[in-house]
């Protein structure tokens, strides 16, 4: 009773917060900025560039030496010369350089974590005007795919709206502030999901936010069922998207998925279009992708991001450990909006072969090709030149799947990698409800 009233309160103050007359106003701007020529949309780029650089060199002394009197067309150079690429590790060596005053967080102040699956924890102090603009962006993303405020939508990510060991449906809560059925996806599982299904299919959701990785296990639990659900669209975030996973979401669960992608230090937004581009949001932030050395790179490099939104902490330059490349041309949708490849995991995820040459996971998916009676599984790198493949196991499961599965990495991913099944009774989500399937757990010098 008191559990389901502090979500009461949690949902309908959050529905104050975000989904007001403000953040709708907001929204629509956004919207029409995508109509913008590429000229205006540039200038409006550098004009919020000059605004950011600006209150860094006024708000943290880390920057406090820098002449701010660039005019906004010269910012994306002044940045380029006078500001240095920073990252996780620098904000958590030097607080007092990159907070703002003293690092206290004022009270009309939001913190903003990360989540700690990679590394070590990190907060940001973030004002109220970027918190209600990052609902204005994920919203704008939404009518990408036709979904509007006032729709039904379901959510199936790591909130917690049901007890882990409750066995009795409910495993959701019913947010009526958002019109919003929020999935518990800690019960999805032999004995609950069968409720799950049910109730989905009785609400009726014109979109549902999901982990890809929830997605995937709900697609595979249907499958297993032959029932399928058409939910109109999927929007994914938070973790990669793996081919293997869209094709079974979209067999079972949603025709349509949209991915988004972002990250709590809110430096990038990228999100995918109606032909399934990935679109690097320009009014949303400023984006650089930089090799090792920190210059610019037509490759596969690291993405940097620069606030445009955040003044209370303003983070500049800051580089992430997700890689991508641009992509060049137009897309069909007609967004002026650039253009990159889809994200690649984490760095510190990223695996490589028996050379030692990176192997994507795109790739690896190859290896699942045919391979029978998986309920779930997990790539890990254990060692230079080794992997782990860990499996839990269906009913049907025999020494023919993994010998499949390993003639099919020697054949189709990497011949020379030594690769070994290992079965598990369960491979677990992170605290978040996340679930990492690629993980490099070899201990490595440098990175
Ligand atoms: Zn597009």
């Given at each position: 009773m008191l559990a389901s009233l502090r979500k009461e309160v949690l949902y309908g103050g959050r529905a104050l917060l975000r989904d007001n007359y403000l953040s709708r106003r907001l929204m629509w701007r956004l919207v029409g900025q995508e109509r913008l020529a590429p000229e205006a949309l540039q200038d409006l780029q550098h004009r919020l560039l000059r605004r950011s650089m600006q209150a860094a060199v006024a708000a943290l002394p880390y920057y406090r030496h820098i002449r701010s009197d660039f005019s906004a067309a010269e910012a994306p150079q002044a940045l380029r010369e006078l500001f240095p690429v920073i990252d996780k590790?620098?904000?958590?060596?030097?607080?007092?350089?990159?907070?703002?005053?003293?690092?206290?967080?004022?009270?009309?102040?939001?913190?903003?974590?990360?989540?700690?699956?990679?590394?070590?924890?990190?907060?940001?102090?973030?004002?109220?005007?970027?918190?209600?603009?990052?609902?204005?962006?994920?919203?704008?993303?939404?009518?990408?795919?036709?979904?509007?405020?006032?729709?039904?939508?379901?959510?199936?990510?790591?909130?917690?709206?049901?007890?882990?060991?409750?066995?009795?449906?409910?495993?959701?809560?019913?947010?009526?502030?958002?019109?919003?059925?929020?999935?518990?996806?800690?019960?999805?599982?032999?004995?609950?999901?069968?409720?799950?299904?049910?109730?989905?299919?009785?609400?009726?959701?014109?979109?549902?936010?999901?982990?890809?990785?929830?997605?995937?296990?709900?697609?595979?639990?249907?499958?297993?069922?032959?029932?399928?659900?058409?939910?109109?669209?999927?929007?994914?975030?938070?973790?990669?998207?793996?081919?293997?996973?869209?094709?079974?979401?979209?067999?079972?669960?949603?025709?349509?998925?949209?991915?988004?992608?972002?990250?709590?230090?809110?430096?990038?937004?990228?999100?995918?279009?109606?032909?399934?581009?990935?679109?690097?949001?320009?009014?949303?932030?400023?984006?650089?992708?930089?090799?090792?050395?920190?210059?610019?790179?037509?490759?596969?490099?690291?993405?940097?991001?620069?606030?445009?939104?955040n003044l209370s902490q303003p983070l500049l330059r800051y580089r992430l450990s997700d890689r991508s490349r641009w992509k060049p041309g137009q897309c069909r949708c007609g967004r002026p909006f650039p253009m990159i490849e889809s994200v690649t995991g984490k760095l510190e995820d990223a695996i490589t072969g028996g050379d030692g040459a990176f192997v994507s996971p795109s790739v690896l998916t190859f290896a699942f090709k045919g391979v029978q009676h998986i309920r779930k599984s997990q790539v890990a790198q254990t060692a230079p030149g080794q992997w782990e493949i860990r499996l839990v196991p269906d009913a049907g499961f025999s020494a023919a799947d993994s010998e499949l599965l390993l003639r099919n990495i020697r054949e189709l991913v990497d011949a020379t990698v030594q690769a070994r099944v290992v079965l598990r009774d369960e491979l677990p989500n992170t605290a978040a409800g996340k679930f990492r399937w690629v993980v490099n757990e070899s201990p490595r010098s440098s990175f």
């Open positions: 590790p620098t904000l958590l060596q030097q607080p007092a350089a990159l907070y703002p005053h003293g690092g206290r967080k004022r009270v009309w102040e939001a913190w903003g974590k990360t989540s700690g699956t990679t590394g070590s924890p990190l907060t940001i102090i973030r004002s109220m005007a970027s918190v209600q603009m990052e609902q204005a962006f994920i919203k704008r993303h939404w009518t990408w795919g036709g979904f509007h405020d006032g729709m039904r939508r379901a959510s199936l990510r790591g909130d917690l709206v049901a007890a882990p060991e409750r066995r009795q449906p409910p495993f959701w809560f019913y947010n009526r502030y958002n019109q919003q059925l929020l999935l518990s996806s800690r019960h999805l599982n032999e004995a609950c999901v069968d409720a799950i299904i049910d109730e989905l299919e009785r609400f009726a959701p014109a979109m549902l936010q999901a982990y890809p990785s929830t997605a995937y296990t709900l697609a595979q639990f249907l499958q297993r069922r032959g029932r399928r659900l058409r939910i109109p669209v999927l929007f994914s975030a938070s973790e990669p998207l793996y081919p293997h996973q869209q094709e079974l979401i979209e067999q079972w669960l949603a025709p349509k998925i949209m991915d988004m992608y972002g990250m709590a230090e809110r430096v990038a937004f990228a999100t995918q279009c109606e032909h399934g581009e990935t679109h690097i949001n320009p009014d949303y932030s400023y984006v650089e992708i930089l090799d090792e050395q920190g210059r610019p790179t037509e490759d596969y490099g690291h993405i940097v991001g620069t606030t445009f939104h």
